[in-house]
């Protein structure tokens, strides 16, 4: 089993920026991709980052590609998503999720969810 606890969410300006964590714990954190969804009202969960086991490579939504920034650091068992130039329609419960397979972009290629935390963008 593996935990995952997010923080960092808040309440931002639009063109404001967040950083949101991730820390892990159970499993050797190393062994898993991690990945950053969310989820708005009445919308379903969609894919934002995903960063693989060693953080050589990252995948990103094109909604946030160029705006938000996904990184980990094993020694600290830690995944961030670096949130920069935000918009309204960036609101929603932000989800980490840990993957032992490599299907990143969807919901069911994860194993272990955090409970989520609240990013809200005001205008």
């Known amino acids: 089993q593996v935990q995952l606890v997010e923080s960092g969410g808040g309440v931002v300006q639009a063109g404001g920026s967040l950083r949101l964590s991730c820390v892990a714990s159970?499993?050797?954190?190393?062994?898993?991709?991690m990945g950053w969804f969310r989820q708005a009202p009445g919308k379903e969960r969609e894919f934002v980052a995903a960063?693989?086991?060693?953080?050589?490579?990252?995948y990103y939504a094109d909604s946030v590609r160029g705006r938000f920034t996904i990184s980990r650091d094993n020694a600290k068992n830690t995944v961030y998503l670096q949130m920069s130039s935000l918009k309204p329609e960036d609101t929603a419960v932000y989800y980490c999720?840990?993957?032992?397979?490599?299907?990143?972009?969807?919901?069911?290629?994860?194993?272990?969810w955090g409970q989520g935390t609240q990013v809200t963008v005001s205008s």
């Open positions: 999720a840990g993957s032992s397979g490599r299907d990143y972009y969807s919901t069911s290629g994860y194993d272990y």
């Open positions: 159970g499993r050797t954190f190393s062994w898993y991709a």
């Open positions: 960063v693989t086991r060693s953080g050589s490579t990252r």
